[in-house]
């Protein structure tokens, strides 16, 4: 069962809800008929205002609840992945967020999609951490150059580190493949398809870091730490932390309700709670 279904079950229902605001703007109109018709305009008005508040209200509670499980899965998630170098993970995300004038909570995905690729391609821990330092760099830079989200420069980068050429065309990254073969044979000595999946990502680093900086971009993050747009984006990334505060009492108690009458919600974790923790 969805997380709003249940939500609806302890007492947001639809219906419940529709009749009890038709109540209230019955019995502010039945107050008004006494008085004259000004008042009944102005019941009119405050049922009105009644109404958009319980749905405002309403609509922010779920994005609150929604926000707060979003962010606990990817906390868990950066736990998983991260293990005994969480720590360090997080002082990465301090350290670039200081620098660029972003919150390390807008850099935490990015970079944990992209250690999770560098250790599947086949990275140790200690260089993958490394490289994740480096690319998230790259994709905040790249972002802050071609006027863009940090998350839409990360899905592109990543595509362009697999091989995806063309996926860095917008950011760019305009290699064709005659280029990075030869940059293979320079640096490994073996042909393109000859080299491991972590090498391959590992040259792609490599060739994104020095054409940045051929074309100075590297920085370019920083450089506009203080802008408009970047403050706007560091202002909604604050929010959602706020949201996911307001939120998580709202969805602990969906959980723990749900155990109590025993039913099935997909945790955080990605597995139901059945059971009051």
Known sequence: MDLFTLVAKIGLDSQEYEQGI????SSILELGGFINAKTIAMGHMIARGAEKAFDTVASLSRRAIQTAADQEALDSLASATF???E???NGV????GKDTNMLSQQLKSVGTSAFMQFKGAGVDAAEAMTMMDKYIRLAADGAAAYNMSVDEADTRLRSFLRGNTEAGDAIGLQVSESTRASKAMEVYGKKWQALTEAQKQMLMLNIVDAIYDQTNVIGQAAREGYEWENVVNKLSAASEKLLKHVGKPFKDYIVYYAAMI???????NGKKKAEVE
């Not at 025993?262 to 955080?268: E, I, L, N, Q």
């Open 87 to 89: 720590s360090a993970a």
């Open 262 to 268: 025993g039913m099935d919600v997909v945790g955080s």
């Open 93 to 96: 995300f301090e350290s670039i």
């Open 83 to 85: 293990g005994e170098l």
């Open 22 to 25: 038709r109540k209230s703007k």
